[in-house]
């Protein structure tokens, strides 16, 4: 821009001298020169500004794409815990509402109870499994580990009893007693070694390490799922939890 209008005013010097235009319109010339000058600048601003609100969208869109790809991942992981909850093929919500307001009692499962306990024992093992399964249900955790603890006193050789430790588990996870719900999972490693419920057993175990900031704790146990159970979907889970697979997006 000074090089140009160094040039205009050369120009200017060069008519005068040669006395080819007038004062006045020197004095005309001038002003416009000063004019674009001024709508130059003018222009110049307006482009940094818009410049300016178009970095300002773009952070903004960076930001909610980041959040929604959070949010994403974070009812991913529900809806995955959800699948395991209604993979729990011995309980039936129909069944039990019917059998509950029928208040039918059906023939106790005394498999695997000592003799010397059937005779003291006059609860209905099912019955009790699935109160303290619909109490976990209403999030009355209290109830449920109070009914899945009697469940397990009981029975401990029933064929509900690796999942009445696990959820048990979720009770204190739930509670977000974390050190508690390990203890539980734990449990059902070492008592329940066949359980179809240890997947899901060891990927909480690494959640319930990550809330207790040891990731290296957590990391172990979601390396040891995708190692033993590669097909299920905790495996999954516990890829994204160490960015072994992209999120859903």
Same mark, same amino acid.
């Given at each position: 821009?000074?090089? #140009?209008?160094?040039?205009?005013?050369?120009?200017?010097?060069?008519?005068? *001298?040669?006395?080819?235009?007038?004062?006045?319109?020197? =004095?005309?010339?001038?002003?416009?020169?000063?004019?674009?000058?001024?709508?130059?600048?003018?222009?110049?601003?307006?482009?940094?500004?818009?410049?300016? @609100?178009?970095? *300002?969208? @773009?952070?903004?869109?960076?930001?909610?794409?980041?959040?929604?790809?959070?949010?994403?991942?974070?009812?991913?992981?529900?809806?995955?815990?959800?699948?395991?909850? =209604?993979?729990?093929?011995?309980?039936?919500?129909?069944?039990?509402?019917?059998?509950?307001?029928? $208040?039918?009692?059906?023939?106790?499962?005394?498999?695997?109870?000592?003799?010397?306990?059937?005779?003291?024992?006059?609860?209905?093992?099912?019955?009790?499994?699935?109160?303290?399964?619909?109490?976990?249900?209403?999030?009355?955790?209290?109830?449920?580990?109070?009914?899945?603890?009697?469940?397990?006193?009981?029975?401990?050789?029933?064929?509900?009893?690796?999942?009445? &430790? +696990?959820?048990?588990?979720?009770?204190?996870?739930?509670?977000?007693?974390?050190? #508690?719900?390990? %203890?539980?999972?734990?449990?059902?490693?070492?008592?329940?070694?066949?359980? %179809?419920?240890?997947?899901?057993?060891? +990927?909480?175990?690494?959640?319930?390490?990550? $809330?207790?900031?040891? &990731?290296?704790?957590?990391?172990?146990?979601?390396?040891?799922?995708?190692?033993?159970?590669? %097909?299920?979907?905790?495996?999954?889970?516990?890829?994204?939890?160490?960015?072994?697979?992209?999120?859903? #997006?």
């Amino acid at each position: 821009m000074e090089i #140009r209008r160094s040039g205009f005013l050369f120009l200017l010097l060069f008519l005068v *001298i040669s006395s080819c235009v007038s004062r006045r319109e020197i =004095v005309g010339f001038q002003e416009k020169l000063d004019y674009l000058e001024a709508s130059n600048h003018r222009l110049e601003r307006d482009v940094a500004a818009l410049d300016s @609100l178009l970095r *300002i969208q @773009l952070e903004e869109n960076q930001k909610l794409k980041a959040d929604l790809s959070s949010s994403l991942s974070s009812i991913d992981e529900r809806l995955g815990m959800l699948q395991g909850r =209604v993979e729990d093929s011995g309980y039936r919500f129909s069944e039990l509402f019917r059998k509950m307001e029928k $208040e039918e009692l059906a023939p106790a499962d005394t498999t695997g109870i000592p003799d010397s306990l059937k005779a003291k024992v006059s609860v209905d093992p099912q019955k009790l499994y699935d109160q303290a399964y619909l109490d976990f249900a209403k999030k009355n955790y209290d109830l449920a580990i109070q009914g899945f603890s009697e469940f397990l006193s009981y029975f401990p050789k029933s064929k509900s009893a690796d999942k009445a &430790q +696990y959820w048990l588990g979720e009770c204190y996870f739930a509670k977000e007693d974390y050190n #508690r719900s390990l %203890d539980e999972f734990q449990k059902l490693l070492q008592n329940f070694p066949t359980s %179809d419920k240890l997947p899901s057993a060891l +990927y909480k175990i690494g959640l319930c390490y990550e $809330e207790l900031k040891n &990731q290296l704790r957590a990391n172990r146990y979601y390396k040891e799922v995708i190692t033993k159970y590669p %097909d299920s979907a905790e495996a999954r889970l516990a890829k994204e939890k160490l960015g072994l697979e992209k999120k859903k #997006r």
